[in-house]
């Protein structure tokens, strides 16, 4: 009886928690232009396995004064201009953001160490229900398997 009683307890606790978001980040890496920039990015695959969609809403790095989510836009000109992105990414349930070079990506302005190819650099995800996601970042100048942007003319 008392065995009983406490599964139907644990079932129903397990049926009242709400469902967060599975959060899984791979395929990171920063760069910077030049070992003396002062700016440098991140980019990486956050997938959303499941539960109910998210929103990755800031991120923090030690490695930088100030971070924030950027993206790429054309304007009526055809030029790409980056911008800051202040109500951050969509994560739909069973989707996923991908942050690569000339598209979204996390923003490190006024670096406090050098982005040197081969280091590593914390960065911490925030999102709107599963919270801080903090990710090791390996630094890679040398990677070239995102798409890159494309500048329009100014004829």
Do not use: W
Request: charged share 20%; net charge negative.
């Amino acid at each position: 009886m008392l065995k009983t009683m406490l599964l139907s307890g644990a079932a129903a606790l397990c049926f009242a928690v709400p469902a967060f978001a599975e959060i899984e980040i791979h395929d990171s890496y920063a760069r910077a232009a030049t070992p003396n920039s002062k700016t440098g990015a991140a980019f990486m695959m956050i997938h959303n396995k499941g539960g109910e969609a998210d929103r990755l809403v800031s991120a923090s790095s030690a490695a930088a004064a100030r971070v924030e989510l950027h993206t790429h836009l054309e304007d009526a000109n055809g030029v790409m201009k980056m911008m800051h992105v202040e109500e951050g990414f969509a994560l739909p349930t069973d989707g996923e953001i991908a942050m690569k070079r000339g598209g979204k990506h996390v923003m490190l302005m006024g670096l406090t160490q050098g982005l040197n190819h081969g280091d590593a650099i914390s960065i911490t995800l925030t999102f709107e229900n599963a919270g801080d996601i903090t990710v090791e970042v390996p630094v890679d100048l040398e990677r070239q398997d995102h798409a890159t942007m494309s500048h329009g003319s100014d004829s």
